[in-house]
T-cell receptor, first 109, second 113 residues
Framework: GQNIDQPTEMTATEGAIVQINCTYQTSGFNGLFWYQQHAGEAPTFLSY????GLEEKGRFSSFLSRSKGYSYLLLKELQMKDSASYLC??????????FGSGTRLLVRP | KAGVTQTPRYLIKTRGQQVTLSCSPISGHRSVSWYQQTPGQGLQFLFEYFSETQRNKGNFPGRFSGRQFSNSRSEMNVSTLELGDSALYLC????????????FGPGTRLTVT
């Protein structure tokens, strides 16, 4: 079957670092996307991993381990505007993106 | 370059009616995917169209259907609406060649009463 597991909610302080974990099971695998979605808005692309390792993009980094079916999104120097839902989305063998319910991150002053 | 557009943005329908939603992808994108988003279920994949052909399909009943036109614009139709169909319907486009980033439209908020 296909399954994605992420924490439902996380809270962090402005200026801190937070790591959002994601474990997944898919029928085949063709890379993993992370999306950010603010309340009432459409998801926007954050990062993409297709090989194992860390991809860094400014304050955001994403890590992938294909053998473990595991990824994480690291957010540094948190800002209030980072309060949003974060969606881990692996692609299966037919290039279909699978989404879980996402992790709702609340950044507090 | 214009982003993905969806019309209408908001819609209120009555149980038993049918509805058609429209999506215009980014110019040059040939793949359009549709998702249903509800607070309890997250983003659920409906179907994907590529070059006017349905390439992937999610686990939704046959009341949900779609199509894609030669200009890559896509429509999805829901017949015999049920209260549980109330959701945000998101369309996303991508180039479609291999595994590309998806760009989402703003969504259509459907309320069924």
């Amino acid at each position: 079957g296909q399954n994605i597991d992420q924490p439902t909610e996380m809270t962090a302080t402005e200026g801190a670092i937070v790591q959002i974990n994601c474990t997944y099971q898919t029928s085949g695998f063709n890379g993993l996307f992370w999306y950010q979605q603010h309340a009432g808005e459409a998801p926007t692309f954050l990062s993409y991993n297709v090989l194992d390792g860390l991809e860094e993009k400014g304050r955001f980094s994403s890590f992938l381990s294909r053998s473990k079916g595991y990824s994480y999104l690291l957010l540094k120097e948190l800002q209030m505007k980072d309060s949003a839902s974060y969606l881990c989305s692996p692609g299966d063998s037919s290039y279909k993106l699978i989404f879980g319910s996402g992790t709702r991150l609340l950044v507090r002053p | 370059k214009a982003g993905v557009t969806q019309t209408p943005r908001y819609l209120i329908k009555t149980r038993g009616q049918q509805v058609t939603l429209s999506c215009s992808p980014i110019s040059g994108h040939r793949s359009v995917s549709w998702y249903q988003q509800t607070p309890g279920q997250g983003l659920q994949f409906l179907f994907e169209y590529f070059s006017e052909t349905q390439r992937n399909k999610g686990n939704f009943p046959g009341r949900f259907s779609g199509r894609q036109f030669s200009n890559s614009r896509s429509e999805m139709n829901v017949s015999t609406l049920e209260l549980g169909d109330s959701a945000l319907y998101l369309c996303a486009s991508r180039l479609g060649q291999g595994f590309d980033e998806q760009y989402f439209g703003p969504g259509t908020r459907l309320t069924v009463t």
